[in-house]
């Protein structure tokens, strides 16, 4: 018995594997989403006097977005190196950053499921400077001007969009606020040294920020903006794109085809490759009704530009230049 035991562990451990490998397969995969650098030209005045240079805060909210929705892990963020890329490859502008139609077209291209697009409408304080006491020395015996209380508020205002990548429409908004105050210092007092910045050099997810009051502030409005953005995954539905192209090259175990990134491809998107068997033509026009055709193998897509793809081979042979190459991704 003991042994009967000890052999169909082994038996029963590879079947829970199975089912589990098999589950996970079931299950959808996370929603795909892109966040582009926010705008921040209607605070642009103020972030120079406040560092001293052109710093680019929209692109330190939209990190520490990121780092949030990340760490929350119910979407799948597509990593600033694949962004920027793309972006340089557009020639895309700053000016463009809250431009839904110009975001979705970045988007399609991420091959995401939406992009979200954002503003900084408000970056910055306030100082309340009251004086306690006056001329006789009401309060406590002061002299003239007595005593001055400083208070100093720092105010971050923050909104964005959730743009459907194939149709521009705003799938949800979310906005987010935050203050933080504190008596007798700046909004960046606290140890915090912002010399030397240039544009883009901003880390927002620092410690050494986040403990100032305009670091508070931040992260507080950027805490709120989660939750909506979080709140919107109902709203979003996962892409699926059928693309349909031809094989335009076959070299050994290399397939291009005449379909990309436009198309809706991804790297590691497996396709059928078919031969046409038969044509149905209607009888009145001559017009192709459908084209009947047999799989002859698969590729997966292992490099990727807006116009083509080049595959690898996984099964089949004797692929030729115009079969079909056939796949519905998500």
């Not at 900084?120 to 309060?139: L, N, Y």
């Not at 459907?164 to 008596?183: F, K, M, P, Y």
């Not at 698969?298 to 807006?306: A, G, K, M, N, T």
Request: with cysteine; aromatic share 4%.
């Amino acid at each position: 018995m003991t042994r009967t035991i000890r052999l169909l562990l082994p038996v029963v451990a590879l079947c829970l594997a199975g089912t589990l490998l098999l589950a996970a397969a079931d299950q959808p995969r996370k929603k795909r989403i892109a966040i582009l650098d926010f705008d921040y030209g209607t605070v642009h005045s103020s972030v120079r006097a406040l560092f001293g240079a052109d710093v680019d805060v929209g692109r330190g909210i939209s990190d520490l977005l990121v780092k949030h929705l990340v760490r929350d892990g119910t979407y799948s963020i597509i990593e600033r190196k694949a962004l920027d890329a793309i972006l340089a490859e557009q020639n895309f502008s700053n000016s463009n950053r809250a431009n839904s139609a110009s975001a979705a077209q970045i988007g399609k291209l991420l091959g995401v499921d939406a992009i979200i697009v954002g503003s900084i409408t408000q970056f910055g304080g306030e100082t309340d400077d009251k004086k306690v006491g006056g001329a006789g020395g009401g309060w406590g015996g002061f002299g003239v001007g007595g005593v001055s209380r400083k208070k100093t508020k720092a105010i971050v205002t923050i909104d964005a969009r959730m743009v459907d990548i194939d149709t521009a429409e705003i799938l949800a908004v979310a906005d987010g606020h935050g203050e933080s105050q504190r008596s007798s210092t700046s909004l960046l007092g606290g140890g915090f040294s912002h010399s030397g910045f240039g544009v883009g050099a901003v880390d927002f997810s620092k410690s050494e920020f986040q403990e100032t009051i305009l670091g508070e502030a931040v992260k507080a409005a950027v805490d709120d903006m989660t939750t909506d953005v979080l709140a919107a995954n109902d709203k979003l539905r996962i892409r699926t794109v059928a693309v349909n192209g031809l094989v335009a090259f076959v070299d050994g175990g290399t397939v291009v085809l005449n379909v990309g990134a436009k198309d809706g491809l991804k790297v590691g998107d497996t396709l059928s490759i078919e031969r046409v068997t038969q044509e149905i033509k209607d009888p009145a026009t001559g017009n192709v009704l459908r084209r009947m055709s047999q799989q002859i193998g698969q590729v997966q897509v292992s490099e990727l530009d807006d116009v083509s793809a080049v595959c690898r081979i996984l099964s089949g042979s004797d692929f030729q230049v115009g079969d079909l190459a056939k796949t519905v991704t998500q």
